[in-house]
């Protein structure tokens, strides 16, 4: 068929039906695309914020470190310092540190864990079998076996960590606290 005739068979009436098709059309289509951006942004969230989650994140607490099985320590000359490892993730990363505790014995017997951090500002602090009091070398801040302040500028005795035997192992939930404060607080 002849364009020229194709063309003057739209009447002024072909119009009028012709137009609103038109318009049909293109809402279809951009109700098609809204659909797809929708779905597309919801399926986009959970990934991004599985992506994003480890950066948002503060540095993790830290977990449980063995110190030592528990039946060897109870029967060892207490105090006794232990080397533990400590796991933390910041972000992405797995930060590993290596931490001394000492471990102590209550009246009772019982096992516990005093960390080795001065609540002064932070020197590490030594047992002194001899004089049976543990001593920071920093400012001569003196502390009892059992980790309580005996003397010298800290403001407090010694932090005392969280712990627990499991399958006869002793366990210590390793925190760091503020310094220079009279009262226990833990900060990481
Ligand atoms: S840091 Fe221990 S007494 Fe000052």
Redesign the pocket.
Known sequence: MNPRESASTVSPGNVDELLPLAARRSFLAVLLGAGTVSVGALLAVPLVRFVLHPLLRVTTPASWSDVGKADELASAALPVKKLITVEQRDGWRKIVSEKAVYVIKDPSGQLGVLSSV?P????S?TWHGEKNQFL?P????LFAAGGDLLG???PRGMDRLESRVEDGVLKVHYEYFRQLVPHKEVIA
Request: proline share 14%; charged share 0%; aromatic share 0%.
């Open positions: 001065c002064h500002l932070g020197c602090v920071c920093c400012h001569g801040g010298g500028p800290p």
